[in-house]
Every structure is written in structure tokens, then in C-alpha cells.
């Protein structure tokens, strides 16, 4: 693991930037304390910051490897884990390669020097890799399939400098000629969504490299990306009596990866919120590790917690565990920080208790396992449920179809049956843009006056649904959220809390084997018996205590609505829209105006306050520097 950063000069004079990028580098100390260093050539300059968890006393970034007669051919620098790493070493091997280190970097570099740019689709992990061949004088960008890792990049006259964290281009941006324009449509993108989507981001001139994807550049040349990772669903049932056979190979799959994502030389927890993902993870992670340590959140309030079912299933499995509550004026204390962590906003209000546990679980490891993406992958999502409750509408010819549609957009709002019948009279890629909907576009228009339909979710959302035209509507659904929900917020939040922390986060459910499989569920044993992610409870029948089975998902809700309404949150909510300085992005008053309707009870404004509220705090840290997140750098032990 580590923070990466370089650049690719357009001239031979990367010497000259070796200090902006030394200069940057403690922007990212939190992702990886343990050792810090720069390396370059005449056209490339490599920096890093690490966080060692595997082969501690070596592998060391920037790594350089040549095979015989071409000693130091390639030079990379990486962010990320390996989890076959140990597997692939032994087939290269096996054709004649020599290993000088025991981690999973080198064997990324033999990887690449042996297969090319198709060493992606041999390695399982999570990984953000920048590989420089002096020979061909080409560098290699890549992302994990789904984005667990992040990896920004900007082009310039002066070059293309790329980095695991915006914030650290933005520092190097003067030196580099860089122009720090907001990117408007991307704003219109995260009111709309709740988050940025790849490969935007709120500055115009830095993008992200899209999850799934590598890219090639060479000196003074503009970067070619090209997708190496296009998801399938299958659609084709399994044969009657073959359902047992899917549910154990479910099974074997996720306790293999588990294994793979044990793998480390340091000790490893897992989060545990109560719900069958992470119980199985966790459960599963007990078999390698019985001294196996638990952590989960909540909050005082009634209703907005976990704990109690958390405790309840550590005990059953047999673990230690270990709660952090969260208070709200701990809640308001420390969204700066997580803004800054973040890099562009995301307004999910379950970013500050997970800040919370991740702080907490440090203190006693350095790796935590998750269950994030078996919603994604299992059809875990209540809304997956929609199609079946809208299936009589596709038995209605167009013309009363059209109708109806008429009737539901002339019913008053919150008039029972209007939303039944406008959403059943949309197409699927009219209704669905993912989890995140708290704004129409009238709503929208209230708060960004500028606001275009012709940037509205369908800009995003159009590509991808034009991938899965061969799908059923349940797999449209779930591919729709692979490339926009889950590596938006789940994924962003995932790395970025936790590094905040100097923690690394494994997600055993987005493995290349376990998706393998889940690829193979049809929507019947996805979708069953009135309950979501069918086939996975199934598998997991014999592995996770019975309470938690066929329990409803919760996660880690927030009491937003009642915060922002009480004495909790609306002062700090009314004094962060007076002070921002973004008059020509918001209606102020108009925002002012939703937070006294939502004080006063006329209208439930909480999630559309909370995207415009973490924006602004963004926006004044970042743009108008007026809010100083106080970043501490941190230490901690290299071997906890």
C-alpha cells in the first residue's frame, strides 16, 4: 500500500520537478506513514508514501526491475494489494523469472515485462499501478476492476502528472502550469447524484483514470485509455435442481477469497455492522485468524444503530468486539477533515461514522476486511425489487401507457399512486440513475439556478445503459450501479476514510473469482421469496448464525433528518450557508429557505440539504481556503 505520485515531463527535464513532487508528498502522509521517497530519470519522476503490509523490511517504491541484460528496464510505483500474488510468482517462475523481493510488487513489474499490458486481467486485487519503460519510453497506468483504488491524472504542456490523491496536483499546479477552473457540469453531476462521477472531478483539467481500465502515455503525448473490464450478467436460468451447486460455488468463492484477503504481515480486523455481508466476512476471516477483532459504530439515537445486533452476531461467531458511538457535535467537528480526506465531496452522511470506527479500529490493526459490493454483485438493494412491481405495466399498450404517464405528472405531489404511476410508465433508464435521488430537476433549479437538463444524470447514466441492452432489468440495474453508485460513494468512501487513518480497507466480495460466479446468478435467485440477494443467503445458510440471514439491511444510518431539524446540526448547517462563498454556484437564500422548511417539518429536506452543505464546506477549503481542516500528521507503528 502506499500514496503514489509522479509525473511524465513532455521534455526531458524531470529533474526540475523533483521538488514540487517532494513538496506534495506530505499532502498524502496518511496514506502510507512507514517510508516516504522520490526517484527519477530524465522523463520521469516517481514519488511515494508507504504504508507496509506486506514483506515489511522490502519491497520498497519506487521498485525497479529489468530482466538479464536490461537492469532496471521498468520502474513502478504502486497502490494497492496483490491477493494471488503468492500464485502468480510461481507461474513466472516457472518461465524462467527470478524474484529478488517477497511482496506482490515486483511480481506486478515480471507480470508486465512477460504478459504486457494484459498482466491486469492475471492479477486479483485491488491496485492503482504507474509503470515506466525506459526502453519503450511509455508509461503504463492501471485500476482494479472496480475502482477499490484511486488514481487521478492532469496533462499539461509541461507533462501528465498523476497521483492517488487530487489534492496533491492540486499543490503541484503552479509549478506544473496547471489551471484550477471548477468543472460546472461536474457539479451539476454530484447535486444530482450525490457524488462525482468517473472520470470527473469538480476541477476541469484533472480527471480520473476510469475504474476497470489502463492507459499509455508517452512523452509530451496525451494520455490513451482503454477498457480491459466490461462486466456481464447472465440471463439464462439455472437448470431445476442445479440451484444447490450455484449457492456452494458462492460459498467456496467467497471463503477462498477471504483467505486472499487475509494475506498480510501484519494483523488484520474486520468491520462488522450486523447484516449478512460483513457478518460472513467476518465469520469467514475467524477461520484464519481465531484472535480475529470486530468494530462497528452507532449513535445514541433510537433506531439509527446497529450495536446492539453487531455485539449480538461477535457473539455468536466468537469474536472480540469493539464499538465507537458517535455524538453529533463529534459528527459536526470532523466533516472538514473528512471533506479534505475526500478530495471532491460526497454527500453520504455515513462518511463521519465510518471516519469514527476507522479511527478506532487503527488503534488496534492495520487492516480491516469490509463487505462492501455484495449488494452490487448479489442484488442486495431494495430497489432491485422494482421491475417485479412494474411488470403489469409492460402489459399495457403504449397509447394508455402515454395516459397514465399524463395522469401521474397532473396528481398533486405526495398524492398516493402518483409516483406508482409515473415510474411505471418510464422507460428504465428514465427512472433508475442509481441509490442517490434526492433531487428533481425543478428541486435542482432551486438551488443552482444555472442548472441544465442537457447535463442531467442521463449524460452519465446513457453510456452504461447502452452496455446492457441484452440484460434483464435486475441486471441492468446492478451493472448501472457498478459504474456509478458503487465506485462514486461506496468505493471513494471505502479508500479514502479509511487511509485517512493510515488503514487499509480489503473488500473480499469485489474479488475477480467471487464476481465470477455472482455474474452467473440469474435475477429468479437473486430476487426471491420477498427477499434480496436470494442466492448469497442460501450460500451463507451454513456459515452466518441464523439471526442475521434474512435480516432487513441497515448499514450505518445517520439520524441527518433529526439533526438538521434539532439543535444538533441546524446552527452549524445555518452558519456554513451564511459564511460560504459560492453565490455564483447557489441560490443562498433559496437553500436557506429548505432548511427553515425542513426546521419547521413542511418537507423533509435532509439528504438535499446534506449535498449542498458538504459542498460548500468543500468549496471553502479548497477554492475560497477560508476553512482549515487542521490535518495532523500522524505516526504509528510499522508492524501493529
Not at 452522511?349 to 449488494?375: C, I, M, N, T
Amino acid at each position: 500500500m502506499c500514496g503514489l505520485l509522479g509525473m511524465l515531463t513532455a521534455e526531458a527535464n524531470a529533474a526540475d520537478f523533483q521538488h514540487a513532487v517532494e513538496q506534495a508528498l506530505p499532502c498524502m502522509h496518511h496514506r502510507g506513514p512507514d517510508a516516504s521517497g522520490t526517484w527519477h530519470d530524465e522523463h520521469a519522476v516517481f514519488g511515494f508514501n508507504r504504508l507496509s503490509i506486506i514483506d515489511l523490511a522490502h519491497s520498497h517504491q519506487p521498485l525497479h526491475w529489468g530482466p538479464e541484460g536490461e537492469p532496471d528496464r521498468y520502474s513502478m510505483t504502486f497502490n494497492g494489494e496483490i491477493y494471488n500474488y503468492i500464485e502468480l510468482r510461481e507461474t513466472l517462475r516457472k518461465e524462467g523469472y527470478t524474484f529478488h523481493t517477497d511482496g506482490d510488487t515486483e511480481t506486478i513489474a515480471v507480470g508486465y515485462h512477460h504478459w504486457g499490458d494484459k498482466v491486469v486481467e492475471h492479477l486479483r486485487g485491488m491496485f492503482a499501478i504507474a509503470i515506466w519503460d525506459t526502453k519503450e519510453q511509455v508509461l503504463f497506468l492501471a485500476r482494479d476492476q472496480f475502482g477499490i483504488k484511486p488514481l487521478y491524472f492532469a496533462t499539461t504542456p509541461a507533462g501528465t502528472v498523476f497521483s492517488s490523491e487530487k489534492k496533491t496536483i492540486l499543490s503541484m499546479a503552479e509549478a506544473i502550469g496547471l489551471d484550477l477552473d471548477l468543472d460546472y457540469r461536474a457539479i451539476e453531476h454530484y447535486v444530482d447524484l450525490q457524488y462525482v462521477p468517473e472520470p470527473e472531478s469538480l476541477h476541469e483539467d484533472i480527471r480520473r483514470l476510469e475504474s476497470g481500465c489502463f492507459a499509455t502515455v508517452r512523452p509530451g503525448e496525451n494520455l490513451v485509455q482503454q477498457r480491459y473490464f466490461r462486466p456481464q450478467f447472465n440471463t439464462t436460468p439455472v437448470p431445476k435442481g442445479a440451484e444447490q451447486d450455484l449457492f456452494d460455488r458462492i460459498a467456496r468463492a467467497l471463503e477462498d477469497s477471504v483467505e486472499k484477503h487475509m494475506r498480510a504481515d501484519v494483523t488484520v480486523g474486520s468491520f462488522l455492522s450486523g447484516g449478512i455481508d460483513s457478518t460472513a466476512i467476518a465469520t469467514l476471516a475467524k477461520r484464519h485468524n481465531p484472535n480475529l477483532l470486530t468494530f462497528t459504530t452507532g449513535f445514541e439515537r433510537e433506531g439509527y444503530s446497529e450495536v446492539d445486533v453487531a455485539a449480538e452476531s461477535a457473539e455468536a461467531i466468537g469474536v472480540e468486539h469493539i464499538v465507537k458511538i458517535v455524538s453529533p457535535e463529534e459528527y459536526a467537528t470532523a466533516i472538514p477533515r473528512i471533506m479534505w480526506y475526500l478530495d471532491d465531496p460526497v454527500a453520504d452522511p455515513s462518511l463521519v461514522p465510518l471516519y469514527f470506527v476507522a479511527q478506532e479500529a487503527r488503534k488496534h490493526v492495520k487492516v480491516v476486511l469490509s463487505g462492501e459490493g455484495a449488494d452490487e454483485l448479489f442484488g442486495g438493494y431494495t430497489i432491485y425489487k422494482e421491475p417485479l412491481s412494474l411488470a403489469p405495466f409492460e402489459k399495457v399498450p403504449s397509447p394508455l401507457r402515454a395516459g397514465l404517464r399524463r395522469l401521474g405528472a397532473v396528481l398533486p405531489e405526495g398524492m398516493k399512486g402518483k409516483s406508482l404511476l409515473e415510474r411505471g410508465t418510464m422507460t428504465m433508464e428514465e427512472r433508475y440513475y442509481g441509490n442517490a435521488r434526492s433531487f428533481n430537476f425543478e428541486q435542482m433549479q432551486r438551488v443552482i439556478p444555472w442548472a441544465s437538463r442537457e447535463w442531467d444524470h442521463r449524460e452519465v447514466t446513457a453510456p452504461i445503459y447502452a452496455e446492457s441492452t441484452h440484460m434483464d432489468p435486475v441486471a441492468r440495474m446492478q451493472h448501472l450501479d457498478l459504474f456509478t453508485w458503487m465506485r462514486g460513494d461506496i468505493l471513494v468512501k471505502a479508500d479514502k476514510i479509511n487511509m485517512a487513518h493510515s488503514l487499509e480497507l480489503r473488500v473480499p466480495f469485489l474479488d475477480k473469482e467471487v464476481f465470477a460466479v455472482a455474474e452467473t446468478i440469474p435475477h429468479e435467485l437473486k430476487i426471491a421469496q420477498s427477499t434480496t440477494k436470494y442466492a448469497l443467503r442460501k450460500a451463507m445458510e451454513q456459515i452466518v448464525p441464523a439471526h442475521v440471514l434474512h435480516r432487513k439491511k441497515l448499514g450505518f444510518p445517520v439520524p441527518m433528518r433529526h439533526w438538521l431539524a434539532g439543535d444538533e446540526l441546524h446552527g452549524w448547517a445555518q452558519d456554513t450557508i451564511n459564511e460560504s462563498q459560492t453565490e455564483e454556484i447557489f441560490n443562498k437564500p433559496e437553500v436557506l429557505k429548505m432548511l427553515a422548511e425542513h426546521r419547521a417539518g413542511t418537507s423533509d429536506h435532509s439528504r438535499r440539504l446534506w449535498t449542498v452543505l458538504a459542498f460548500m464546506v468543500w468549496h471553502g477549503i479548497f477554492v475560497e481556503k477560508r476553512i482549515d481542516p487542521q490535518i495532523e500528521q500522524r505516526d504509528y507503528p510499522v508492524d501493529l
